[in-house]
């Protein structure tokens, strides 16, 4: 179990007829599909089915840190599950992560961050963890274990992960980062979607990612300490 409570996941690869196969199916190695198994985990029911007044902040904020740092597309409440743990207290299981990381933000969503909970600061230990995040080492993680994260998809770790470190050394709580991340009407840019536009359009031709990134950094830096003020 990691700091997010993620239920243990392994990726799996399955051969069958019965999955869509447009080219037709010939039972090779060409018709394997790839995805994942994930442990079951005992539960009362999901957040869609229960107000979230009485949810414990640290159980709210270990998701949140989860969905900012791999740019979750698909945080709706019916996919975190609500269990208790072995001292009676309430635990919320995070599940379904078939949408994150994508290429662009532009479908960021996060319910949680309508809960009297994200408007709450981070615990001191959790800003711990949080300066612990590389997302660097994380890609290579991926990497090791078989994924090799597009480089689309790697920008986007590496911009959310410098967001959240970023944001929380200045005090930012997770609805005020998740509302950086998320657009508030379909065809708005969010503040991130705009903050990775000028960087763009601020990169010579031939500029590396390493460029990109510091360039990102540094509009990160202004636009962040404007909205602190």
Not at 26 to 33: A, F, P, R, V
Not at 44 to 57: A, M, R, T
Not at 159 to 164: E, H, K
Not at 205 to 221: H, K, N, V, Y
Request: hydrophobic letters at 35%; one cysteine or more.
């Amino acid at each position: 179990m990691g700091f997010s409570g993620v239920p243990p996941t392994i990726m799996a690869q399955c051969l069958h007829e019965g999955f869509s196969h447009p080219n037709g199916y010939s039972n090779e190695s060409k018709d394997i599909k790839i995805g994942s198994m994930q442990m079951f985990f005992k539960n009362s029911s999901s957040c869609e089915d229960v107000g979230p007044g009485n949810f414990p902040v640290e159980e709210v904020h270990k998701i949140s840190v989860l969905d900012i740092r791999i740019a979750n597309a698909d945080r709706h409440s019916g996919n975190i599950l609500i269990s208790k743990g072995d001292d009676g207290k309430t635990v919320l299981i995070p599940i379904d992560h078939g949408y994150c990381l994508p290429e662009t933000f532009e479908d960021c969503t996060f319910d949680w961050r309508y809960w009297p909970q994200a408007r709450e600061p981070y615990s001191l230990d959790t800003v711990d963890y949080i300066r612990t995040l590389d997302a660097e080492q994380d890609i290579a993680l991926l990497k090791y274990y078989g994924w090799d994260v597009s480089p689309d998809c790697a920008r986007t770790l590496r911009v959310s992960t410098m967001l959240l470190k970023k944001a929380v050394e200045r005090g930012f709580t997770p609805f005020a980062i998740g509302s950086i991340m998320c657009r508030e009407t379909i065809n708005e840019e969010s503040v991130i979607e705009g903050i990775i536009r000028e960087a763009e359009e601020s990169l010579l031709p031939g500029m590396s990612e390493a460029a990109f990134l510091d360039i990102t950094s540094q509009i990160m830096d202004s636009t962040l300490d404007k909205l602190g003020k």
